[in-house]
């Protein structure tokens, strides 16, 4: 919701500064929202007129938004810049202050020219909790935040900047006056507290966190390469230059016949994806991200990511891997 809140807010925003129908444009380089890196349609309706929202996707084979590739795609009609501050299938930390940066600067030359200025969002459900997120630093106008990726209940918040004054910000849905009348309904007051508290913990101990949860995930990766050789262990997420989550490995164990859903289904202990859930209805097909990223599409079918917590220990780590390399020899014997 907070995210297509967003679009919506943008486009009407773009439309009503024009003050005549429109072909939006939002530059999107993130997957919510298409079905696969390059470019998808989506109908947006405002004010009885329907145009067309033209999504673009911006994945570089660094494995992030590349600042250089996303700034020439600027056009005079483009309304909103969105990215996520993290990918969630490779955990690379996408560079969104220095885009905003960028942003802001092309915005006061827009303004000479009588355009609307560019609003600027970043999804941070999967940084939250694994890493420093400061709205200030950022520079954005909008950040989207997810309760159950640090621990909080199932429950989302978007922070807008000065809504409805310094950023502006449409309801999607009418009637009650909840929310300050920008999303109505009753309030789910036990969630809202469990967000806060959470959120709050997070602040307090995120160092913390991200220190145990680095060293668990490093000390995963170093025992997959021990287990089955470095030669046999693709780590899909590790990109030069660029950072990275604390908790994510998504990495392919090398051969035939090893996909990642035929390994997990061998698995006794590990439960685990071989992607994002959001694009779980893609089936026996690669990542279009890990692709994306230049990542061979036998690479690709073979991957799985695995997440650690504040809670897994090494031990944890040992038992995984174990079930691994038993699953493996498993099909390796099949297979001959």
């Avoid at 309760?147 to 910000?169: E, M, N, Q, S």
């Avoid at 007051?189 to 967000?195: E, K, S």
Wanted: overall charge neutral; proline content about 5%.
């Amino acid at each position: 919701q907070a995210n297509n809140m967003v679009i919506h807010t943008a486009c009407r925003h773009f439309h009503e500064s024009q003050a005549r129908p429109a072909a939006y444009t939002a530059l999107l380089p993130l997957p919510w929202g298409a079905d696969s890196p390059g470019r998808c349609q989506a109908s947006q309706q405002t004010s009885g007129l329907v145009s067309w929202l033209a999504e673009a996707t911006f994945v570089a084979k660094g494995g992030g938004v590349e600042v250089d590739v996303v700034l020439p795609a600027v056009r005079p009609t483009t309304c909103l810049v969105s990215v996520m501050l993290a990918n969630n299938e490779t955990g690379v930390v996408m560079p969104v202050a220095e885009l905003s940066q960028h942003i802001h600067a092309l915005n006061q030359r827009r303004a000479t020219e009588g355009l609307p200025r560019i609003l600027v969002h970043t999804d941070a459900a999967q940084m939250i909790g694994k890493g420093r997120v400061d709205v200030q630093e950022l520079e954005g106008d909008y950040l989207t935040i997810v309760g159950h990726k640090f621990y909080g209940p199932r429950i989302g918040a978007l922070y807008a900047r000065g809504p409805g004054t310094t950023t502006p910000l449409h309801p999607m849905l009418f009637g009650g006056g909840q929310e300050r009348s920008f999303r109505p309904g009753t309030e789910n007051t036990p969630m809202i507290a469990g967000l806060g508290q959470a959120a709050e913990l997070v602040s307090k101990n995120w160092e913390a966190y991200e220190s145990h949860m680095r060293d668990v995930r490093d000390y995963l990766e170093a025992k997959l390469e021990a287990s089955f050789g470095k030669q046999r262990i693709h780590l899909n997420s590790h990109f030069t230059g660029s950072k990275r989550l604390c908790n994510t490995s998504n990495f392919s164990i090398l051969g035939p016949g090893l996909q990642g859903q035929r390994v997990l289904s061998r698995c006794k202990t590990l439960l685990a994806s071989v992607g994002a859930a959001c694009h779980s209805e893609k089936g026996d097909r690669p990542s279009s991200i890990l692709l994306s990223c230049g990542i061979p599409y036998d690479v690709a079918q073979n991957a799985l990511r695995l997440s650690v917590g504040r809670d897994t220990t090494r031990a944890d780590v040992d038992l995984v891997v174990q079930d691994l390399v038993l699953a493996v020899g498993q099909l390796d014997q099949d297979q001959s």
